[in-house]
């Protein structure tokens, strides 16, 4: 990638956009409106993509930030669309919400480290309350850790995007199209705010065309506010049905989940989040401050409308967010990463530290192992003299990193792979550690190691962060 080139270089006099997420609904739709004007480069997970308007493809793992850092380079200006982004591995023990913060916290350095001058994230619209579901906490957290290193960041907070190929249109269009009676959980009565595409569209392009950029969040919504409810009868009135509605007080959230998907075909990881917010009113907040002026209002009728016009023009496969992740070709890996509460003064290093210290105590007689760390390398072996279960590697990283990276060389239990690793990475300025085992590639066969070492491992990290809960913060 040295051959990228900033846009101030007497060979380019187009500002160079780096999109993350570039081929989904929004990325997709965004290239042909700014190639014109800018020079773009998607990301992607996997290798010859290829998409209209952009200028080129860079393979990235959004779970490395070596990686990261590298498709980043050259770029003036970032564009972050990435939500709930699975890692291709096949057994991840993980919180989808742990996930999403990893990858922005690796997005967030890379842009700090590469000189991008400005970073656009679309979010999406959050209640004015503070219990949050997991869901909506992801995404404000998201938002805080983007513009946490330095590089202003603007958040667009949408209500839900309207257009053909956007998965919450699909959902809605499909519950619409094949219920002729529509059961209605007390959910459907929260108010919700929607926005076309193209308009969401027009604001990111005058965002990005801000000449001094600073940290800031709006609300993008493009109708006036409705319940659930309202929204499903204004689709039936599109579509030209007529359909039964029918409050059902008692359906839970996770009924709901389930009865949406089996309808839809959309998968539970995409239904049961978004479900699971739907009882929170996620409208959008009034005020100069808080609204962007290329917002436009545009009646929901007519935002329909559009939305199934380019639906009927279109013939597409099902939205990206529907269809699961493609496994990758080779020996099977393990993605784990788990939330831990940081001590307060304490930082990453200590708790790598703190980690390899008390595990062998921690566990007792359940599992005789030993720790031996001489300079960089650490063995967890069998008693002291027995065999090498885990071959550890320490790699040095600068301090402003606040990560501790173990590369897995090896032993009995793994096997070395390119970028396995294991790492302590300090969170939301220092409160929260991260302590993740990426690219883990096991010697026992798989369904051993599934029933046996997989599970061990998620009750060690259980018991340490408990551990590390329990202690008491570094006294200044």
């Known amino acids: 990638m040295n051959d990228d080139t900033r846009s101030d270089s007497p060979k380019s006099s187009k500002r160079t956009i780096v999109v993350a997420g570039a081929t989904g609904f929004i990325g997709s739709a965004l290239a042909p409106r ?3 004007r800018f020079r773009l480069i998607g990301l992607s997970r996997s290798a010859g993509v290829e998409l209209t308007g952009y ?12 990686n990261t850092e590298a498709a980043l380079e050259g770029a003036d200006l970032a564009i972050y669309l990435v939500h709930s982004m699975m890692p291709s591995a096949r057994l991840v023990q993980a919180r989808f919400s742990d996930l999403d913060l990893l990858c922005a916290d690796n997005f967030a350095r890379a842009a700090r480290s590469q000189g991008v001058r400005h970073v656009v994230y679309i979010g999406g619209l959050l209640p004015q309350q503070s219990k949050l579901s997991e869901h909506l906490e992801s995404r404000l957290e998201v938002e805080q850790v983007l513009s946490s290193y330095g590089v202003p960041v603007t958040t667009l907070r949408a209500g839900i995007v309207v257009g053909a190929g956007g998965s919450s249109f699909q959902i809605l269009s499909r519950l619409v199209h094949r219920l002729p009676i529509m059961v209605c959980p007390s959910w459907t009565s929260t108010q919700t705010q929607a926005i076309d595409l193209d308009g969401l569209l027009d604001v990111m392009e ?5 000449p001094q950029p600073v940290t800031h969040t709006y609300d993008v919504a493009g109708t ?15 579509l030209g049905v007529r359909r039964l509605m029918l409050p059902v007080p008692f359906v839970t959230p996770r009924l709901s989940g389930l009865w949406v998907a089996m309808t839809t075909g959309a998968p539970m990881s995409l239904v049961s989040p978004l479900v699971e917010s739907l009882r929170h009113q996620m409208t959008a907040r009034e005020g100069a401050e808080h609204r962007h002026p290329a917002e436009r209002p545009i009646a929901i009728e007519t935002m329909l409308s559009r939305a199934l016009k380019s639906q009927d023009e279109i013939v597409a496969p099902s939205p990206k967010a529907f269809r699961g992740l493609r496994k990758r070709p080779g020996l099977p890996t393990v993605v784990s990463v788990q939330r831990m509460t940081l001590p307060p003064g304490r930082d990453s290093a200590w708790a790598a530290d703190e980690y390899l210290s008390w595990l062998p105590k921690g566990l007792g007689l359940l599992a005789p192992i030993r720790i031996i760390s001489e300079g960089s390398n650490v063995e967890f072996r069998l008693m002291h003299k027995g065999p090498v279960l885990i071959h550890l590697e320490r790699r040095s990283t600068q301090d402003p990193e606040k990560r501790c990276v173990f590369r897995v060389l090896g032993g009995l239990l793994a096997r070395q792979t390119e970028r396995g690793r294991l790492e302590f990475r300090e969170v939301l300025d220092g409160d929260s550690l991260l302590v993740g085992l990426h690219e883990f590639c096991p010697r ?14 998620g009750w060690v990290m259980k018991r340490f962060a408990q551990h590390l809960a329990a202690l008491p913060g570094k006294e200044s």
């Open 206 to 210: 005058a965002v990005l065309d801000t």
């Open 34 to 36: 700014l190639c014109g």
């Open 224 to 238: 006036r506010q409705l319940s659930y409810r309202e929204l499903m009868g204004t689709m039936a009135k599109v």
């Open 55 to 66: 200028e080129t493809f860079r393979q990235v793992d959004l779970f490395s930030r070596k």
């Open 444 to 457: 026992l066969p798989w369904w051993i190691y599934r029933f046996s070492q997989a599970l061990f491992h």
